[in-house]
């Protein structure tokens, strides 16, 4: 069966039924506003990155129901005559704004407001909603893992951890925040990522010796290549490696054992061999706890896959999108909240600004309800235009999003107090308040 460049159904069947019930009583049409926010910061982390706008951005533009999608709704009558008719054209024409892609995040922080009718705004939420809290998860821990590795570089390898496109989400996310590259090449095409690799153990153990299968990658990628050399015995292999490129061996990879032991011992037989010069990547299911652990190791690098790739324990953000204004009866526009015992929200539209010290340091988050959130003159507004009218704003999607998200989040985590880079579970790094007046 063909696949369609829709992204419409990329949803939740009760979306589509609340449109037609929604249609059936004429509020349809009404305009409404809704935000995504997390009521707490998941797993007890210290801040979130925001991380998904491109991606949702990008799939808004294929959110159409081609016949494709409205003949597999008639098939399975999921809505009715009515609302197929309303689907069969349907466009996006409301107005999107939040904070930018990259930008640090705190509990009740507005990271997007979807300006637009009840029909229009509440059939994107499953899709926007399963964006944005898979990528902020993931970029939320890529960032804390780069925090700890501080200068050394990390690389994203999780590819084979997660679904085929969550692993091309991943790797935009952890290079946004601070990832030096990865391993996934549909990720280097459509948002071109720098992609990193040379070989795995399979390639090793395929040839008749390990010296024919250095000799092999050597020959072929050249001698600034890096070689995996825990197939067997780590010093064989080492002193092997060396042997065959000299001085000019780019690199070694270990994949396995004590990683700061391992790390050390390499290292004092790399220079003890003349090679001061070639860099030791470590990989193995390494976290942010793992790479601070070796931050006194002699490690260049760091591989990081599965943990990343699921958000380090942490594989959702907790993210919520709740109707906040609405258009009455009477054509009035008025806030509305859900008061469910913890789970309630606070009704009227947000605007966001982060208040920061004389230093440059961030001291809270200020949320203003129906106002404009009050600042000073070296306050920073948060919100930006991300669709007018329909119409998706410059800058934010392709390769050029990813660079600019990646330069919001560096700019943003230097704004941080240093409590921020504590690894240990505890309170938002900074508060949130609220000002309604």
């Not at 390494?286 to 896959?305: C, F, K």
């Not at 913890?342 to 106002?371: C, M, Y």
């Amino acid at each position: 069966m063909p696949v369609t460049s829709s992204t419409a159904l990329f949803t939740d069947h009760y979306e589509l039924t609340m449109l037609q019930a929604a249609l059936a009583s004429g509020a349809a049409h009404r305009k409404t506003v809704f935000e995504v926010f997390t009521r707490r910061l998941s797993g007890g982390r210290r801040y979130g990155v925001l991380a998904g706008t491109g991606r949702f951005l990008e799939g808004l533009h294929d959110f159409r129901f081609t016949s494709d999608e409205i003949d597999f709704l008639a098939d399975r009558k999921v809505v009715n005559k009515q609302t197929l008719d309303y689907l069969r054209n349907f466009r996006f024409t409301g107005t999107i704004r939040g904070y930018a892609e990259g930008e640090i995040f705190f509990p009740h922080s507005p990271v997007l407001q979807v300006e637009a009718t009840f029909a229009e705004a509440c059939i994107l939420e499953t899709f926007i909603l399963s964006i944005f809290n898979y990528d902020s998860a993931v970029a939320t821990a890529a960032s804390r893992m780069s925090v700890a590795a501080g200068t050394r570089p990390c690389l994203e390898m999780g590819s084979r951890r997660a679904h085929e496109e969550a692993a091309v989400a991943a790797a935009r996310a952890a290079v946004i925040t601070g990832f030096a590259g990865t391993s996934n090449l549909e990720a280097g095409r459509r948002y071109g990522l720098h992609t990193i690799g040379t070989s795995a153990h399979s390639f090793t153990l395929l040839h008749d010796s390990e010296r024919e299968a250095f000799e092999a990658q050597l020959e072929s990628l050249g001698k600034d290549t890096t070689l995996l050399v825990d197939t067997y015995d780590v010093e064989k292999a080492v002193r092997l490696a060396v042997e065959l490129a000299g001085p000019e061996l780019g690199g070694v990879r270990l994949d396995s054992g004590d990683l700061v032991a391992q790390a050390q011992y390499v290292r004092e037989l790399l220079d003890s061999l003349g090679n001061t010069g070639t860099n030791i990547t470590v990989t193995s299911d390494l976290d942010e706890y793992a790479i601070a652990s070796l931050a006194a190791a002699p490690v260049n690098s760091y591989g990081v896959g599965t943990k990343l790739v699921t958000g380090s324990g942490v594989p959702t953000s907790s993210m919520v999108y709740k109707v906040v204004l609405r258009e009455n009866s009477e054509g009035v526009m008025e806030p509305v909240a859900k008061a469910s015992s913890g789970k309630a929200s606070i009704g009227g539209q947000k605007s966001a600004v982060r208040r920061l010290n004389a230093k440059g340091r961030a001291t809270a988050e200020v949320i203003g309800v129906d106002i404009t959130a009050p600042a000073d003159s070296n306050d920073r507004n948060l919100m930006v235009d991300l669709v007018v009218d329909g119409a998706v704003q410059p800058g934010f999607t392709g390769a050029e999003g990813v660079h600019r998200a990646s330069e919001r989040h560096a700019r943003s985590l230097t704004e941080l107090p240093v409590a921020a880079t504590r690894l240990s579970p505890g309170d938002p790094v900074i508060p949130t308040e609220f000002v309604n007046s």
